[in-house]
């Protein structure tokens, strides 16, 4: 099955910069999406950015032009860099894939949405 991994969370002032990663492994016919979300304690989880197969980005209001979404098609990997951090911006954040499985992928061919086990990011003010 397929895995996504997430680094770089961590604790940083505010004003501050941190960057993560989250790379898809597993038998895998085609990554399309890619993208980071966040969650906080009795708030729904949100979208921060996402990222197509063809490089095309998304960005929630509250961090455009502060961070930055980029992948490494090849790698399966994706990456948030977050700077201008604000203590807003503490949460768990989930890397999230939708990933189209092949016949030789060893389930059932079709579109799957996968997650991250999530990172925690805390700002301090």
């Known amino acids: 099955q397929v895995q996504l991994v997430e680094s770089g969370g961590g604790l940083v002032q505010a004003g501050g910069s941190l960057r993560l990663s989250c790379a898809a492994s597993?038998?895998?016919?085609?990554?399309?999406?890619m993208g980071w979300y966040r969650q906080v304690p009795k708030k729904e989880r949100e979208l921060v950015a996402s990222i197509t197969s063809g490089g095309s980005t998304n960005y929630a209001d509250s961090v455009k032009g502060r961070f930055t979404i980029s992948r490494d098609s090849a790698k399966n990997t994706v990456y948030l860099q977050m700077n201008s951090l604000k203590p807003e911006d503490t949460a768990v954040y989930y890397c999230?894939?939708?990933?189209?499985?092949?016949?030789?992928?060893?389930?059932?061919?079709?579109?799957?949405?996968?997650w991250g086990q999530g990172t925690q990011v805390t700002v301090s003010s």
């Open positions: 999230n894939a939708d990933i189209t499985h092949g016949i030789l992928d060893g389930v059932v061919p079709g579109r799957y949405d996968y």
């Open positions: 597993g038998s895998i016919s085609r990554t399309n999406a």
